[in-house]
């Protein structure tokens, strides 16, 4: 502060004194002077340092009343948090543009759930998915009450709150603390300390916590009257809050298993050590902590640690509403922008973020007070295009008087500055890094007296913190989207203007080599690709985007101004001479075939990428180029129904996965409905992640497809409640990948099917956890017909006697369990009776003592088709023994072995009487005993000769049997399913309804000749409507063929059936 003090020309030996004094809450500066002969005007600089730039911190007078001292210095500090909170920045930041945090604040949409670990996929694929309608099952919790518990919960010690960039954390920390401050709530609360993350990187030297506590703090400079003490139970005599804003930026590691033990708050050590401890709760263990970090980062934080785990989930529909409502003062205008963000889907989307949200309101709001606004943007390029050159625009009028009135003209030194700084945002990028130092900005050839200027010149984009008490210079950009802009902006800039390409480690080409944009393109294709996280991918949309003619006129001015292309060699000297800058229809010409390739390429790419999360980006590319034809092909087959006659290729279901990933939530989404490849059935996969149920049985997904079902489980709002892997080969591998996901607080699955997915008691103790994981909402569990035995089902039982299992219907049906099985069930339902409402033990051989034990439970117990046979493996507990009805045999068949083999016979027709049963044309034969419930049995079949078929079957009893055509012959109509070998044709196929599909033969001996005996299992369950054919090896080994899904009428019974054509069938005797 300046005193500016008039002397006279002598002021003699007179002492010079001031009469002003300090009061409790006041503070004064008052210069003494001596005895001084003074000439002229004088000018006293008075500087008094504090950490807030002016306001003054005054240590509390000393005081033997300690409560008194604390009373003072939490009203002091009260004070300055609510000078320093008040107001919210936005655009000109503190130039002056600044806005009463109370005025606009829109309350954020905050969740308990997520997780504290790591979220790699790029925060706009976030942004796309927490954009659906928010779901109803959620507990929405007001920022005041982040550490106020639920029902049923303890109050929290440590909170982490998850956000994606500019979703609102700071804001929220922000609100908090004013709240506080201005005396509103959380009054339990004596001292609020906010230390960001941003500011901890600077502390390079060794610090005791109430140290650095006092130099951010001077509030606390009272402790110094306390004993040492009184100093370490400081938190037990007041409540004190840390926040710790930022995790993301943290630079440093946090070491939470090596850290060396601190539980002194006087005791010197390094920032990392301190925080570790203080998070651990073995430093200040009374103290609460709340965390604010990106999800990328917040597995640097044990899970062990959080007590709570919150989700900023920005702005939902009504809040981006009221947000342009009262940002924008003229509710006509507001209505109009809010009218346009809705017309454009990505434009609504990214709403969601409230920085977003001020962007938008920014340019429309230029656009639309304009008389000539000219087309609003809808496009996410031409959004920040716009919004640059506004900006662009504004600061000039702001700083240089410039009045102009053509935003796309740029001059020469505003160009230099954003190129600079596109340079700054793209090296960064590559690193990962949204904040800077000076050493960073060094890197890319800003000196610091640059950055004091593009900060001034340029706040809406970059801004500049003085943090911590030396107020060191911290650098970064207002938005991570603004960041990849500027860096796609430089690239493209890069390579059109300078002829060179920088995501390349090259230098500049040879002057006689032009870089055509379509290698730059397939070099951000590529390395987006590579991309593990997906960091790339917003800046490749970016880069794509700013190629198109409608975005290249409004950043003429840019390109124009730092001159051609680099000297092209005259082919006669050799020497370098400068070219014009191509007229455009040249420029034009070019980009255009650079696009066309480009297009190329990502499809090309679309086809051979494995990842499904990789490919669904490569879509939003081609959306960015206007290439919109593969999605549309897409959703016009959708709407027609086209795709049930279709089989799809793996590129195509990439283009249907986007699809329904962009759309509004699905109440349900089978897999098997898409005729299409296993790499196919790969590639719908994320489409879970838009779903309430997901049918996913029988569709070949093995312990690797888990994987993917676990992230989706964990995603934040995921809307996924009922979930049917059943009939998948998962083993007890895949099963515990998955309990990774179920053990998630994001997951709120309701129901899981897990029935024959090969699992065993291996898999239960991860299932036992889910059981009794505190936040799992998993109400219906079905493990039928997994050998999960006795010793499965009591590893379970642990999780079922838990207090916090939720399970109301248990399937354990064909699980070979025993009474010993059932007593550990009991056992559990003794211990925790209050949630199990069902229990289905059938096809298991509780016995007797089994039921009685169970029968004292209040719940449906259902124990039919019991028995001692239920106790052997696989789908052999459900044998059945059946024979071969004679009245249905085909003329040239020949029966024997009890009725149990069929031969045929051709030209020697058997001696048997007219019967309307009878099979008439085709060498068929059914057997007499219906099939139904669950039904196993094996046939085994030879050929004799080099010609032959057999056909096992299972038919409709009421199959045509008179007469010729498809409706009387095995597999050709819709009343019968078969198993097909041809000898001749060396084939074995599975046949419905007259459509093949052909399965492995696997009938090659030792010595590669054919075998003459094959033997087969078919496995029937008629309530599940499935009918599978195995192959029985000679060790008895059961390999699947084939499964077919379907329903089965209830009322018309099934049967067995064979076709022979040179060959027989024999039924065998199962033991």
Known sequence: MDHRVQTPTDLGSAPLYSSVTAQTGGSAVVPQLHGCNVGGNVTLNVNNQSDNKGEDHREPAPTDNKEASIKIAQQALKTDLKKKFQFIFEGLAKQGHRTLLNEIYTELYITEGGSGGVNNEHEVRQIERASKKQTTQENAIPCNDIFKPLPGQVKPRTVLTKGIAGIGKTISVQKFILDWAEGKVNQDIDFIFTLPFRDLNLRKTEFSLMGILQEYFPELTFLNHFSQEEIKSFDRKVKVLFIFDGLDEYQLPLDFKNSEYCCDVTKPTSVHKLLTNLIKGTLLPSAHIWITSRPAAANQILQTCIDRVTEVRGFNNPQKEEYFSKKIKDQDLASRVISHIKSSRSLYIMCHIPVFCWISATVLETMLGKVKGGDLPKTLTEMYTRFLLIQTNLNNRKYHGINETDTKNISESDAEIILKLGKLAFLQLKKGNLIFYEKDLKESGIDVREASVYSAVCTEIFKKEECGVDEEKVYSFVHLSLQEYLAALFVFHSCVNKNRNVLTAEKSKPHSHRVQLSEVHLHAVDQALQSKNGHLDLFLRFLLGLSLDPIQTLLRGLMTQTGSRSPVPDPQTQTGSRS?????????????????????????????????????????????????????????????????????????????????????????????????????????????????????????LTDESCDIVASALQLSNSPLRDLDLSYNNLGDSGVKLLCDGLMSPNCKLQRLGLGWCNLTEGCCDALASVLHFPHSELRDLELRDNELQDSGVRVLSAG??????????????????????????????????????????????????????????????????????????????????????????????????????????????????????????????????????????????????????????VTYKGIRRKGQGHDSEFGLNKNSWILWYSKDEYILSVVHNGNHTKVPVCDDDDDGEQVSVYRVGVYVDCPAGTLSFYRVSDSDTLTLLHRFHTHFTEHTPLCAGFSVCNSSVSLCQLE
Not at 583 to 606: A, G, H
Request: proline share 5%.
């Open 800 to 953: 079922l006697e838990d207090s916090h299992c939720k399970l109301q219907t248990l399937g354990l049906s064909g699980c070979r369990v025993t009474q010993t099985g059932c007593d550990s069930l009991a056992s559990a339902l003794r211990s925790n009776p209050s949630h199990l409402r069902e229990l289905d033990l059938r096809y298991n051989h509780p016995g007797d003592s089994g039921v009685r034990a169970l029968s004292t439970a209040t719940l449906t117990l259902l124990v039919d088709h019991g028995g001692e046979n239920r106790t052997k493996p696989g789908p052999r507990k459900y044998g059945c023994q059946l024979t071969l009805d004679p009245n249905t045999a085909h003329r040239d068949l020949s029966l024997s072995d009890g009725n149990r083999k069929v031969t045929h016979t051709p030209g020697r027709e058997e001696p048997c009487p007219d019967h309307p049963e009878r099979f008439e044309s085709e060498p068929q034969v059914v057997c007499r005993e219906s099939v139904c419930e669950r039904c196993y049995w094996e046939a085994e079949f030879s050929v004799s000769g080099a010609v032959g078929e057999v056909c096992i079957a």
């Open 580 to 700: 014009p800058v191509p007229d455009p229809q040249t420029q034009t010409q070019s980009r255009s075939e650079s696009i066309v390739k480009t297009v190329q390429y990502i499809k090309k790419k679309i086809r051979e990428e494995s990842s499904a999360e990789r490919t669904i980006n490569l879509f939003h590319c081609l959306n960015e180029l206007n290439y919109n034809s593969l999605v549309r092909e897409m959703e016009n087959s959708l709407r027609s129904g086209k795709l049930a006659y279709k089989r799809l290729k793996p590129h195509e279901c990439s283009a249907l996965a986007f699809v329904l990933l962009m759309s509004e939530i699905l109440d349900e989404f089978d897999l098997k409905t898409y005729n299409t490849s296993t790499a196919g059935r790969q590639r719908l996969m994320p489409v879970i992640e838009n779903c309430r149920k997901a049918i996913l049985n029988s569709c070949d």
